[in-house]
């Protein structure tokens, strides 16, 4: 098992560009979610897909940014158009959906995508 | 709102001396806590949680209601711990719906 895989690994884009970056969750999670580092602060959280469906997306910064996981498998995370700030490190997680309500599932990462937006 | 803080950005010791990672948290519920490391060109993983209350690399962490910490210690540092740890909480409860929230992080590094 190969894990969580994110691609690409980095990409640098200019401002205005569109960047599309994808996470492949581990197989047979529901739970997809998507973290962003930007550079000096904390990792912040952007949203949470169980299966298909956007559980929570209050993390999203703003209307550029636009998630899918269809058929429930991989996520895409879409930057359009891209500016300075969306540069960081963009984290994909995922987890085991839980059996029991409100209970917490150890969340698998990926090894990030690194944006760099000049 | 639900906040973690780290105040150190930057710890370093010396091999075998002891560690302490500080973090507190803000939040009104009753919050799970985690600390999450990330070594060297490796991903992010979770160290520990503190529901379980176990002891992994050597590494403890005990949650402090009163104090609202949940710091991290070890009382022989090792080269190989050197790496970024992260203190992380999330909601308990029906509300909870995994989601993290992680302070800004500390690197430690361990000088031999």
């Known amino acids: 098992e190969a894990g969580v895989t994110q691609f690409p690994s980095h990409s640098v884009i200019e401002k205005g560009q569109t960047v599309t970056l994808r996470c492949d969750p581990i197989?047979?999670?529901?739970?997809l979610y998507w973290y962003r580092r930007v550079m000096g602060k904390e990792i912040k959280f952007l949203l949470h897909f169980v299966k298909e469906s956007k559980q929570d997306e209050s993390g999203m910064p703003n209307n550029r940014f636009l998630a899918e996981r269809t058929g429930g498998t991989y996520s895409t995370l879409k930057v359009q158009p891209a500016e300075l700030e969306d540069s960081g490190v963009y984290f994909c997680?995922?987890?085991?959906?839980?059996?029991?309500?409100?209970?917490?599932?150890?969340?698998?990462f990926g090894p990030g995508t690194r944006l760099t937006v000049l | 709102a639900q906040r973690v803080t780290q105040p150190e950005k930057l710890l370093s010791v010396f091999k075998g001396a002891p560690v302490e990672l500080k973090c507190n948290y803000s939040y009104s519920g009753s919050p799970e806590l985690f600390w999450y490391v990330q070594y060297s060109r490796q991903r992010l993983q979770l160290l520990l949680r503190h529901i379980s209350r176990e002891s992994i690399k050597g590494f403890t962490a005990d949650l402090n209601k009163g104090e609202t910490s949940f710091h991290l210690k070890k009382p022989f540092a090792q080269e190989e711990d050197s790496a970024m740890y992260y203190c992380?909480?999330?909601?308990?409860?029906?509300?909870?719906?995994?989601?993290?929230?992680f302070g800004q992080g500390t690197t430690l590094q361990v000088k031999p």
């Open positions: 992380a909480l999330t909601l308990h409860g029906s509300s909870n719906t995994g989601k993290l929230i």
């Open positions: 997680a995922s987890s085991q959906d839980s059996v029991l309500v409100g209970a917490y599932n150890e969340q698998f």
């Open positions: 197989s047979g999670h529901d739970n």
